[in-house]
């Protein structure tokens, strides 16, 4: 036994020393000597993968082929020499060190951001010095009115600067979590009640969409059980509204006969060109989706659930994103019920 213990804690503190000297390795390149030779390009490049959660989407979005985004994202594990995605075919997750490095990167894009506001408010004359902040939203904000209510209050404070990214909720909530956002715009299906506080926003449900001559077309409303046997099109699975669909069906009876999931209701929607096709469908966001062909019917026993702004409760928000809350407060309802559904069926 006193043979083997030099042996055992020789190569524990070897394992303990190396795994310290990677983390002060990665956390000194980026907060300090090395971070001057980073292209901005490649943190831009990361930054926008992760935050859309593909590379397609990254290239889609900051209009760049997807091999070019994808050389950037190297060129940046390559300058830092240490791996940021952890990559399994078409599929990656943050790897470890690309998770210590993120609170460095963002303050390098922010930090970028403000200069070239600097520079452009030089260039113009003019003093920018308002707050600025980021809103993270998942991809329906628009049919819920958020856009209008952002629109008018940069009008009314021209000073406070909002930066907007649209991503998948699963996405949204870990980078909430990651205080990588300020506020986030979501459902309350997943949120952490405990991690984060909110402030409730409107109440949401579902819809049957069916193509005209589906024999559900003629209904003025249907039950869950009543969508058996349809091969369905819902929510893609990295949002909670697909988990929160399937448990609808499972509580009905059955379990759904999955055509395919997407984010794109419109999409959805122009797939329904065959009588045995379904789409589970926000009822407040099927209003912008009325085509003669396709018909949106309430559900009678459809889940509600509610849509709000979440801040991290650990986290101090910033003076432009307390002016933001205390300005939708103020107005109450009054930009969800500017854009109403076909049909109110939530309570």
Known sequence: MNGMYPWFFRAFSATILHSLDVRNSILLRAAAGEVGSINIDWLKCYWTVISTGSFSLAAEKLYMSQSTVSKNVMALEKELGVPLLNRNGKYFTVSTSGRRLMKHFREILESHSHTMDAAEAIKAGKDRTGQIFRLSCVPTLAAYGVIAAIKHFVKLYPNIR??????????????????????????TIKLDRGLFDTQTYCKDCFMAAVSADSPLAGRSSVSMAD?????????????????ICMDACVGAGFEPNILFTTSRPDIACAYLFDSAYLYMGLSHVMKNFRHSDVRAIPIADSPTFEYCFAWHRNAELKQGAKKYLEFLNSRGNFYFEQSKPMTTVCN
Request: aromatic share 10%.
């Open 162 to 187: 909002i930066m907007t990214e649209e991503m998948e909720e699963n996405r949204l909530l870990y980078m909430l979590e990651a205080k990588d956002c300020d506020i986030a715009f979501c459902s």
């Open 227 to 243: 969508l058996k046997g349809f091969k369905m099109i819902l929510n893609r699975k990295e949002s909670s509204l697909y988990d």
